[in-house]
T-cell receptor, first 114, second 114 residues
Framework: AQKITQTQPGMFVQEKEAVTLDCTYD???????LFWYKQPSSGEMIFLIY??????QNATEGRYSLNFQKARKSANLVISASQLGDSAMYFC???????????FGTGTSLTVIP | NAGVTQTPKFQVLKTGQSMTLQCAQD?????MYWYRQDPGMGLRLIYY???????DKGEVPNGYNVSRLNKREFSLRLESAAPSQTSVYFC?????????????FGPGTRLTVT
């Protein structure tokens, strides 16, 4: 079975600090992709970052980085230097390479405090 | 490029009424998806279409039907709406063969069934 778990319903971070949002996954597929999306209060879903299961290095995109620990089946999102505009829901997702389906976690609500 | 468009943005239905949610993408993607988003439950897949001419059930297909009209368009139909179908509906598309094959989402349809 494929499953994504996000155990932090809500997180707070001080502006300019770094924050880690947790994501663990379960799959028996040997190859898969991991994704993070941001959903601000306006409702749209914004793609942030991707990690392939065979990528040797952790993915980075600007202030976003993905702390990928394959043996622990975790794919945590790290946001550095938090900004007020980072306040949003964040979703972790996985797509097994042999499937066309994406599996989403229940999300983490991040609030950045000025 | 418009990306993924959805109509309507808002809809109120009475129990038992039917309606069709429309989705179109202009990115030449093979795969298209319909999700529903309910508070605390993340995104749940209703149906998806890996390519033109094919559709498959997702996690929560009961009460819905879909049509992949052509490569661009993927519609979701509620034949007899129920209050349990009150939700926000997202359409998404993705490439299938080129990483990172992230999903691109439409703006969503907020549906209320009374």
């Amino acid at each position: 079975a494929q499953k994504i778990t996000q155990t932090q319903p809500g997180m707070f971070v001080q502006e300019k600090e770094a924050v880690t949002l947790d994501c663990t996954y379960d799959t028996s597929d040997p190859s898969y992709g991991l994704f993070w999306y941001k959903q601000p209060s306006s409702g749209e879903m914004i793609f942030l970052i991707y990690q392939g299961s065979y990528d040797q290095q952790n993915a980075t995109e600007g202030r976003y980085s993905l702390n990928f620990q394959k043996a622990r089946k975790s794919a945590n999102l790290v946001i550095s230097a938090s900004q007020l505009g980072d306040s949003a829901m964040y979703f972790c997702a996985m797509r097994p390479s042999l499937s066309n389906q994406f599996y989403f976690g229940t999300g983490t609500s991040l609030t950045v405090i000025p | 490029n418009a990306g993924v468009t959805q109509t309507p943005k808002f809809q109120v239905l009475k129990t038992g009424q039917s309606m069709t949610l429309q989705c179109a993408q202009d990115m030449n993607h093979n795969s298209m998806y319909w999700y529903r988003q309910d508070p605390g439950m993340g995104l749940r897949l209703i149906y998806y279409s890996a390519s033109e001419g094919t559709t498959d059930k997702g996690e929560v297909p009961n009460g819905y039907n879909v049509s992949r009209l052509n490569k661009r368009e993927f519609s979701l139909r509620l034949e007899s709406a129920a209050p349990s179908q009150t939700s926000v509906y997202f359409c998404a598309s993705s490439a299938r063969d080129t990483t990172p094959y992230e999903q691109y989402f439409g703006p969503g349809t907020r549906l209320t069934v009374t």
